[in-house]
């Protein structure tokens, strides 16, 4: 959020009119900045105007937490922890690894991604020797030889940075304090800290991420925390993230994850796409553009703000599945040092990473390898792919690319062999997956194939239209693409590809398409920059574009919210209607403004040659209205209509923080509580509130997303693997013995039993066998002798 600073003198200088030849242009590139009368450097504006715009995004966050109940205690102590215990470190290293500064901003937003990637290993150190209540000495490792170092002394200084655009601080600041409302409507203020009531409704993975996270306050690797000593083959290094922060800045876990966490890590992704669209671009106003396509736009046809199409919902995913947003902070710069190795643009004027590109490489890699499924395989796609048109077009192999991929490969390879152990998570080789709920069986030949044609053109648009810049830049490159602009094309085509060939019970694959978002939104983005700067449109033109593409986002967002929702209808191909409908009315629209659009530049004669420019940032608005309606439907349904919900009633949440209060982190839970509900008897083993709010593990409670469960016959209704274990813990509840408790105690390392009576009354017996600790109108805590 501080890197939003313009970091020096207000740009100044003439507009020219772009090359025939698409390319870097003057109009785009960091203009020269003004200089003092005595022609002595750069002209400095004061501070409190080159940081406003740092300290506006900064505010705008704050006004969010502070009104969804965050104590200022809690802020101050997180923001000191994410100043001098992620951006300094991050931040020295960083500078200490490129070769030369580019802009402020670059160097805060690179160092805090860098930062996250040593904190991972500080955090592993420390947890594995059994000191996490140490770990805020983790960034004296680094602070240590920055200070000591004359070689490195000198990367503390701030200098040579080239000057911002203010109008791209304003801007990004913009993209920030929008996705943050976004945030507070559809996330912070439903989802409160600690529940306050016996209804509270939570999206039920929420309380599983949160779990992994408490697990990860004292564990390394982690275990299921649903299931004691379970090994967790998983991607869980953006819950380390949580457990490390609330360990170093002493903010309370539930608070890290429900309050501060996801904001900050939104707020830094969206300043990482600007920085890394500018960097690979070489333009300025590509790259926020970049991060408006990521963090303003949303899914196209999201009508009616609870339909979930192929698996998604809005930019649901950024607080449903945080793990996502970590992964983006890791991904794009990782995007950045490998778009360095592959070729850099022609033109660019950022300077180059140097050698160092090789080292921010391998750190990304590695650390994106445990931070989601999804980025590497995408990342490796995106080098197979720029090294096959080499090799088919220019019948050379580039050993940068070789290498890049190499270092892609091992990092797959460790993934898959190391942190997943080789387990698929339900992932299975199934084309077409996503897309094969929405055409019925049973039809005609030509009728299915005719559905099949939909069906996939609603696929494109709702989740690919916000990349039509990519098809510009295509079209004016002639398809001669340079390097970087391969590379970029390859990794936006991997994710939906691999979305499509492979399927997956919770429609996961999903995850896929969004890591081909952090290449497509900057690939998308050059295009239009291009496009605009080949109409050459001065100041005016460009404001009047801005404005036209703002009154459109405001006008389809009110049409969207003024419709009904979509009643419900039979057919498998029904919701995708309304947004085919919603396509063929807007483009009915653009054709009857195509037809006109001579006679308008006949009455305006500076319309000529600006259709294209008009049509593709048209085009790129109309998913705008999806994030307003997603946060609109937080208002009408149980936690934004998201997902399936589980209640979370606030005492067995109060029983549950009890027992994280009075016991110790090697302590095991044992629960009566196994499934979020009871349906014909089979229980869905979903329920994750023990090992969430105790930050415990827990001897068994819902089992469902157990590595070895994800995908099995029967989904979450699927029986427990281990009956024995089973009987062993319910019978603590049911029927317990002095033998019995001893045994969970000796054999397993329980230490506390926590009962839900809503679940069933614990039998008279156990009151004399171990001692009750606590007790509310619903639940009661009992410590075992």
């Known amino acids: 959020m501080t890197a939003l600073a313009t970091g020096g003198a207000d740009p100044t200088g003439p507009r020219r009119r772009a090359a025939a030849t698409p390319g870097p242009a003057t109009a785009d590139a960091a203009p020269a900045p003004a200089t003092r009368a005595g022609g002595d450097g750069p002209a400095r504006r004061p501070a409190a105007l080159r940081y406003a715009p740092a300290v506006a995004g900064y505010a705008v966050v704050v006004a969010a937490l502070l009104a969804t109940g965050t104590p200022v205690a809690d802020l101050t102590r997180w923001t000191g922890y994410v100043l001098l215990a992620v951006l300094l470190p991050g931040t020295l290293v960083f500078r200490a690894l490129r070769r030369r ?25 420390f947890t594995a020797a059994g000191l996490p209540h140490l770990l805020w000495l983790w960034p004296l490792a680094v602070l240590g030889p920055f200070a000591v170092v004359p070689r490195l002394r000198r990367h503390w200084r701030a200098t040579g940075h080239t000057p911002v655009p203010t109008g791209w601080a304003w801007a990004l600041a913009g993209v920030v304090a929008g996705f943050t409302f976004y945030l507070y409507e559809s996330f912070l203020r439903v989802n409160p800290v600690l529940p306050t009531d016996e209804g509270q409704a939570q999206y039920i993975d929420l309380a599983f991420q949160l779990s992994l996270a408490g697990a990860a306050t004292h564990q390394v690797p982690l275990d299921v925390p649903q299931v004691a000593e379970e090994p967790l083959h998983y991607h869980w290094f953006g819950f380390a993230h949580f457990a490390a922060a609330s360990l170093v800045s ?3 876990l539930p608070t890290v994850f429900f309050r501060l966490g996801v904001p900050t890590l939104c707020a830094l992704a969206a300043v990482l796409a600007a920085v890394v669209g500018w960097r690979v671009t070489g333009r300025p106003y590509a790259g926020v553009a970049a991060a408006a396509l990521m963090f303003t736009v949303g899914e196209f046809g999201y009508e009616n703000g609870i339909r979930q199409l192929f698996g998604t919902q809005a930019t649901f995913i950024v607080w449903g599945s945080p793990s996502m947003t970590y992964s983006w902070v890791l991904l794009l710069p990782l995007v950045a040092a490998l778009g360095e190795l592959v070729g850099r643009a022609r033109g660019s004027t950022a300077p180059a990473l140097g050698r160092g590109a090789w080292v921010l490489a391998a750190l990304f890699l590695a650390a994106s390898t445990g931070a989601k499924a999804s980025s590497v395989p995408v990342v490796l796609a995106a080098l197979a792919f720029t090294a096959a048109v080499s090799l088919a077009f220019r019948r050379t192999l580039p050993r940068a690319v070789l290498a890049a991929a190499g270092l892609a490969l091992a990092a797959q ?12 998570h339900g992932v299975t080789v199934d084309p077409f997956s996503g897309l094969r709920p929405y055409v019925p069986t049973g039809r005609p030949a030509a009728t299915t194939a ?4 939909a069906v996939s053109v609603a696929f494109l648009l709702n989740l690919q239209l916000r990349l039509a810049g990519a098809v510009a830049l295509l079209r004016l490159r002639r398809w001669r693409l340079e390097p970087v602009q391969v590379f970029l094309l390859g990794g936006a085509l991997a994710g939906p590809a691999i979305y499509l060939l492979v399927g997956h019970p919770g429609s996961s694959n999903q995850y896929f398409t969004r890591a081909g978002f952090a290449f497509g939104v900057i690939l998308s983005a050059w295009g239009w920059a291009e496009l605009v700067d080949s109409a050459a449109l001065g100041a005016r033109g460009r404001a009047l574009l801005g404005a036209g593409a703002a009154g459109l986002a405001v006008l389809l967002t009110a049409v969207q919210l003024w419709r009904p929702a979509a009643s419900p209808s039979t057919p498998s191909y029904a919701p995708v209607l309304p947004l085919l409908t919603w396509a063929a009315a807007l483009a009915a629209v653009a054709l009857l403004v195509g037809l006109c659009w001579p006679a308008l530049v006949g009455r305006w004669p500076g319309l000529a040659g600006r259709g294209g420019a008009v049509l593709l940032t048209a085009a790129l608005f109309a998913g705008a209205p999806g994030l307003v309606l997603d946060a609109a439907a937080a208002r009408r349904f149980p936690n ?3 997902y399936p919900v589980e209640r979370m009633p606030a005492t067995r949440v109060a029983a549950a923080r009890y027992v994280q209060e009075h016991s110790a982190p090697g302590d095991v839970v044992a629960t009566n509580a196994h499934c979020r509900a009871v349906v014909n008897g089979w229980c869905d083993a979903r329920s994750f509130w023990v090992s969430a709010y105790t930050q415990r593990s827990v001897l068994v409670e819902g089992w469902a997303f157990a590595p070895r469960m994800v995908g099995l016959p029967g989904g979450p209704y699927a029986p427990f693997w281990d009956a024995g274990r089973l009987r062993a813990n319910d019978a603590a509840f049911t029927a317990p013995t002095a033998d019995g408790l001893a045994d969970l105690r000796d054999t397993y390392g329980v230490r506390w039993l926590l009962v839900d009576r809503r679940v069933a009354p614990e039998s008279p017996a156990l009151a004399t066998l171990a001692d009750l600790r ?6 009661a805590v009992y410590r075992l002798r």
Request: proline share 2%; no cysteine; net charge negative.
């Open 101 to 125: 500064p580019h802009t402020l901003v670059e160097d805060v937003a690179f160092g805090a991604a860098v930062g996250l990637v040593l904190e991972l290993a500080g955090w592993a150190a």
């Open 774 to 779: 606590y007790t509310n109108a619903r639940t």
């Open 450 to 453: 005719l559905l099949w044609v």
């Open 413 to 424: 390879l460790f993934a898959t062999a190391v942190l997943f152990a080789f387990e698929s």
């Open 250 to 252: 002493g903010v309370d």
């Open 640 to 642: 934004g209509g998201a």
